[in-house]
């Protein structure tokens, strides 16, 4: 296998945006070279099998969408109150939403895992650990709401990304922005004693 | 167009099985036929062309999870508390989750209409529909929670389904039932004064 980092990655956001725009039936080694703009064969100098592109496909899309520390260093700066929380909840939904071909390619590797046990393993393992890393990093921050609060803004946020990139005039911009500040104010509304 | 309206309607079934089995990309008049195990040529009579064997399908599937008039019926009867719109959520995810082809041929067809602006507004104006289904049943039935708590309920279960039906091993059902609890406790609160 080939090592070099810079190409292995490029012929990963290859695959992303093959895996976006055909689906995970249209990828192929040959679909991969043909998009990175690599001569043929340099996909299977790097990759063992079709299913090693699949899964390393997602871990990449997960790798780009990582902020920043300068956002993370923000979100721990100042009150850590609702209008906070809501304010780094627009963040998260416009950085994945600015990548639309990650956030489509997931969905399009979720629908294959249906039909492959190991990829579903390996991106059960993927969610999860972003789900924990969110919940960690939400109880560090001394934001308001409890783990529950994190998983159910996960949920709802996930599916509002979903209509803005597949159905994009369902809700308008203004829509969309107020459902994520209802989201946060209830969800993670303690009830006044 | 041939007219029986079983016959269409089994078509339609076998698309949507075609679509959630093997996506938008494998779906020809060929291929509905094969699976409907019916002589090749019958879906050519039906629809004029794939984009219409497309929509209708996605209009099958709404056609297909209506609930039954037992069931709306109950949404009305007895206490509307929180209690009672819990077991209604609950019962629109079973209902959702026991027919897994329709929702992933739903998700097929989304990913579709990132390529195809007329099935993206076909599909926009169905789900608005159901939207405003779901708002318009919920105004009526007197059940706490304002539109946004639907709006809101409807984004976060539509993830849990996805959830459920393509990492199923992600939440445990004990999981899932806790969550869709919290969401329409949080979601429908008014804060205290």
Do not use: C
């Not at 871990?59 to 920043?68: A, I, K, S």
């Not at 709401?145 to 599916?159: F, P, R």
């Not at 369902?170 to 107020?178: C, K, V």
């Amino acid at each position: 296998m080939r090592r070099n980092p810079e190409r292995r990655a490029a012929l990963l956001d290859a695959a992303i945006e093959v895996l976006a725009d055909d689906g995970a039936r249209g990828l192929t080694f040959r679909s991969v070279d043909r998009r990175a703009g690599v001569p043929a064969g340099t996909a299977s100098n790097y990759f063992a099998n079709r299913e090693e592109i699949l899964t390393q496909a997602g871990e990449r899309v997960y790798e780009r969408l990582v902020p920043d520390e300068a956002v993370l260093a923000a979100g721990l700066a100042g009150p850590r109150d609702r209008a906070k929380l809501a304010e780094l909840m627009h963040e998260v939904v416009e950085r994945v939403a600015a990548f639309p071909a990650g956030f489509l390619a997931l969905l399009e590797l979720r629908l294959e895992a249906t039909r492959r046990p190991e990829l579903r393993e390996v991106l059960t393992r993927r969610v999860r650990a972003d789900l924990d890393a969110n919940t960690g990093y939400h109880e560090q921050s001394g934001l308001p709401g409890d783990s529950t609060a994190v998983v159910s803004l996960w949920l709802a946020l996930n599916w509002l990304i979903l209509e803005r990139l597949t159905l994009p005039d369902l809700f308008t911009p203004e829509q969309r922005h107020a459902l994520v500040v209802a989201l946060v104010d209830r969800l993670t509304g303690q009830p006044q004693p």
